[in-house]
């Protein structure tokens, strides 16, 4: 680690080491264009391509390491995030970091769930319920906010078996298939966040180098979510449908028509999509002319 303290000319940013985060993280920033050496301890790695250097820590100790100025950026659940940031305001703390940006992945849910045979109808159902939770302030201030007082009982993990040891009566948990759930004979009653990785920061980017870093950073992140959500679309239609089948582009942007060979009346179209193209958008376009519909994703874009 020493080598550490002495880089702080560079820009350091704290990924989760092991775990749902640490790939998805990894894999953006290589998709940003940066490249690292990993240390022999595997607590650190060195930025080869710009002076970017990533710390590899647990998810939870990420907004901490931020509102200490030990790392300028995160890559950590809006979960963790905002569960933190409620605890330090409970506190009267400052704020340890600030969503900078979402990344649309490793999307899950905090719910609240009840035992199967409970039909959950309000939240007031809650009241007097022992609910057991690794996220005691985001229940809370929802709690608080539905005027329900129930019981919080901490868990730090395992916390869908509560209900069966009789430690608890309902739970808060993340959920993302719904699987542990199930399996544990749950229900879920109600969402009180909706949660994804999210990019966190300092509530103010530093003002020398690194700041400038941050927002080069930013930017690439930017463009890799754009390709990562951008489709090029391909069909052909008669010429006279165009216009409708181009109302139905998710986000599209303005097509390329291309005559085809031998054909007066079909054209070829072109669109890229900034938005999922689900197969109903497939059927809705077929149903007005279009054929050969073809999908396709998009690796790199320089408009
Ligand atoms: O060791 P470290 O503290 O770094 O990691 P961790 O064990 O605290 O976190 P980790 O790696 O499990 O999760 C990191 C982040 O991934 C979370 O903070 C969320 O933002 C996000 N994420 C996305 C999830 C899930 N999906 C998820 N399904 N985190 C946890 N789960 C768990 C959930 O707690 C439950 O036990 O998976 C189970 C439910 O999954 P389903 O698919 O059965 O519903
Ligand atoms: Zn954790």
């Known amino acids: ?146 005027e329900v007082e129930a019981k919080i009982v901490v868990l730090s993990g395992s916390v869908e078996i509560a209900p069966r040891l009789g430690t608890a009566d309902a739970i808060c948990d993340l959920v993302s298939s719904g699987a542990t759930l199930i399996a544990n004979q749950l229900r879920e009653a109600v969402v009180i966040l909706e949660s994804e990785a999210v990019v966190v920061g300092a509530q103010d980017l530093p003002l020398d180098e690194r700041g400038d870093l941050c927002e080069l950073l930013l930017r690439r992140i930017d463009g890799v979510i754009r390709v990562r959500e951008s489709k090029l679309i391909m069909l052909h239609a008669p010429r006279s449908a165009v216009a409708i089948i181009q109302q139905m582009l998710p986000n599209g942007q303005i097509p390329t028509l291309l005559p085809i060979e031998g054909s007066v009346d079909q054209v070829a179209l072109h669109a890229l999509c900034f938005g999922a193209i689900t197969w109903q958008h497939l059927e809705d376009m077929k149903r007005a002319g279009a054929s050969q519909l073809l999908v396709l994703p998009v690796e790199k874009m320089l408009a």
């Open 1 to 146: 680690m020493s080598n550490v303290s002495k880089t702080r000319d560079r820009l350091r940013i704290a990924v989760q080491k092991s775990g749902r985060l640490a790939e998805v993280s990894q894999d953006l920033l290589a998709r940003c264009g940066l490249k690292f050496r990993q240390s022999r301890d595997k607590l650190f790695c060195f930025g080869e391509s710009m002076p970017i250097d990533l710390l590899l820590v647990r998810d939870d100790d990420i907004p901490g390491l931020i509102a200490q100025g030990v790392c300028d950026l995160g890559i950590v659940g809006r979960n963790v995030l905002a569960e933190q940031v409620l605890a330090a305001r409970a506190n009267n703390e400052p704020v340890p970091a600030r969503e900078l940006r979402p990344l649309n992945t490793s999307r899950c849910r905090l719910s609240i769930a009840l035992p199967q045979d409970m039909e959950y109808q309000a939240p007031q159902q809650l009241q007097g319920l022992r609910i057991a939770t690794s996220y005691p302030a985001l229940l809370g201030a929802w709690l608080a906010e539905h």
